[in-house]
């Protein structure tokens, strides 16, 4: 049974599932706001909110930790000039806004994910 099973899955094993999720995490700190579906949206937010946390640190040891979590560029990126920004705020550093129109090929309900 999957009782209190924290999660998603999107239909793909592990590793393709957590290099999909890198992906998407670089992509939204390299753009600022990325349209997705509401579950990806959902899943990323969490992830993310606590490499921010971890980036408001601002020592060489969580540097490495987002190499090792993100691609160098994305990693950089979020230490160097998204930190900083948020560094006077305890959370909350993402938004999701809901669109109106669903997906049209499966109608999965879309969402912008975006920084603050």
Known sequence: MRHLKKGRKFGLKKGKRNAFLRILMHNLVMKGSVKTTEARAKEIRPRLEKLVTLAKKNN???LRILMQRMPKTSA???FHELAPRYQGRKGGYLRIRKTASPRKRDSAPK???EFV
């Open 60 to 62: 060489l040891a969580s």
């Open 76 to 78: 950089y990126k979020l």
């Open 111 to 113: 969402a912008i994910i």
